[in-house]
Nanobody, 127 residues
Framework: QVQLVESGGRLVASGGSLRLSCAAS????????VAWFRQAPGKEREFVAT????????AYADSVKGRFTISRDNTKNTMYLQMNSLKPEDTAVYYC????????????????????WGQGTQVTVSS
C-alpha cells in the first residue's frame, strides 16, 4: 500500500509562485501514474495535472496549462507541482493521488482512476 503526504501549500499573492510536494511511502512509487487534483470550497474535486509512471508524459487541465508543471523524482519517491502566475481562482485544497491498481500505461485524468489519496494541502491566492 502507498501512503501519500502533501506539503507546500500556503497563502500567496496573485501572480506569485508555489511548489507543492507529494511524498510517497510504502510500495514502489515509480510503478504508478500519479496526479494532482484540487477542490475549491463548494465545488467538486477537479483534475489539475498527471504524470506517467516513468515521468515521460504529462497532461494538464486547460485552466492551468502553461502555468503549472508536474514532475516526479522516483529516486526520492516524490512528486511536485510547480505553480506559477497564480490566480485567486487557483485557491483550493490540493490533493495528490496514485493509481495503484489496473492498467498503468498512459495518462489518467478522471477522479475514479485513482485509488490512493493524500490528505491535501491548502493553497490560498489573495487578489
Amino acid at each position: 500500500q502507498v501512503q501519500l503526504v502533501e506539503s507546500g501549500g500556503r497563502l500567496v499573492a496573485s501572480g506569485g509562485s508555489l511548489r507543492l510536494s507529494c511524498a510517497a511511502s510504502g510500495r514502489t512509487f515509480s510503478n504508478y501514474p500519479v496526479a494532482w487534483f484540487r477542490q475549491a470550497p463548494g465545488k467538486e474535486r477537479e483534475f489539475v495535472a498527471t504524470i506517467s509512471w516513468s515521468g515521460g508524459s504529462t497532461a494538464y487541465a486547460d485552466s492551468v496549462k502553461g502555468r503549472f508543471t508536474i514532475s516526479r523524482d522516483n529516486t526520492k519517491n516524490t512528486m511536485y507541482l510547480q505553480m506559477n502566475s497564480l490566480k485567486p481562482e487557483d485557491t483550493a485544497v490540493y490533493y495528490c493521488a496514485a493509481k495503484t491498481f489496473g492498467r498503468k500505461v498512459g495518462l489518467w485524468v478522471a477522479l475514479t482512476d485513482y485509488d490512493t489519496w493524500g490528505q491535501g494541502t491548502q493553497v490560498t491566492v489573495s487578489s
